[in-house]
T-cell receptor, first 113, second 113 residues
Framework: QQQVKQSPQSLIVQKGGISIINCAYE??????FPWYQQFPGKGPALLIA?????SEKKEGRFTISFNKSAKQFSLHIMDSQPGDSATYFC????????????FGQGTRLTINP | SQTIHQWPATLVQPVGSPLSLECTVE??????LYWYRQAAGRGLQLLFY??????ISSEVPQNLSASRPQDRQFILSSKKLLLSDSGFYLC????????????FGPGTRLTVL
């Protein structure tokens, strides 16, 4: 029940296209859903995050869509660029004095020029 | 501005040897601190978190332990390393609220032979 399932495992998109990564969760007590971007050999960095009372959040080319009833959320990267090539992780957290993040397995995104 | 340091950056250790990884944060007070492990090609798994000096919570039973001897110092240790302890170890910090961004350090690549 603590798992977050992420798909696809890898994704190849042409430059200028839309990249879509999906995540699903079981625990309805999760109350915060961030997306992290990680480049090889580096620590992850927060990209965008959403709370379950909002169905969509957009920041620049990045959009989170959230479907509370389906317990699913997704990341859309518009006008994908080669610099977006990285591994993306969705996560969900329960807050109990500390933010305990449960991560998905990750999606390796490659943007072809 | 806040900065998080981890050392060493890489480490190769024999099975059965001890381990000590250090994480320090600059530019903030009383942060929440976290240790994660990332196995090759997989997501991050929360190992320990701390909301204050001497306060350590363990998320998964394992061969590792953590300590927080100072406000902005977090140490990950083992008395005897196992092959399965190999991975990328990441320290993170947040300011202690439900929707905090967790800021990750550069990580330590540990190989146990």
């Amino acid at each position: 029940q603590q798992q977050v399932k992420q798909s696809p495992q890898s994704l190849i998109v042409q430059k200028g296209g839309i990249s879509i990564i999906n995540c699903a969760y079981e625990n309805t007590a999760f109350d915060y859903f961030p997306w992290y971007q990680q480049f090889p050999g580096k620590g992850p960095a927060l990209l965008i995050a959403i709370r379950p009372d909002v169905s969509e959040k957009k920041e620049g080319r990045f959009t989170i869509s959230f479907n509370k009833s389906a317990k699913q959320f997704s990341l859309h990267i518009m006008d994908s660029q080669p610099g977006d090539s990285a591994t993306y992780f969705c996560a969900a957290s329960l807050y109990g004095g500390a933010q305990k993040l449960v991560f998905g397995q990750g999606t390796r995104l490659t943007i072809n020029p | 501005s806040q900065t998080i340091h981890q050392w060493p950056a890489t480490l190769v250790q024999p099975v059965g040897s001890p381990l000590s990884l250090e994480c320090t944060v600059e530019g903030t007070s009383n942060p929440n601190l976290y240790w994660y492990r990332q196995a090759a090609g997989r997501g991050l798994q929360l190992l320990f978190y701390s909301v204050g000096i001497g306060q350590i919570s363990s998320e998964v039973p394992q061969n590792l332990s953590a300590s927080r001897p100072q406000d902005r110092q977090f140490i990950l240790s083992s008395k005897k390393l196992l092959l399965s302890d190999s991975g990328f170890y990441l320290c993170a910090w947040s300011v202690g609220q439900a929707e905090d961004t967790q800021y990750f350090g550069p990580g330590t690549r540990l190989t146990v032979l």
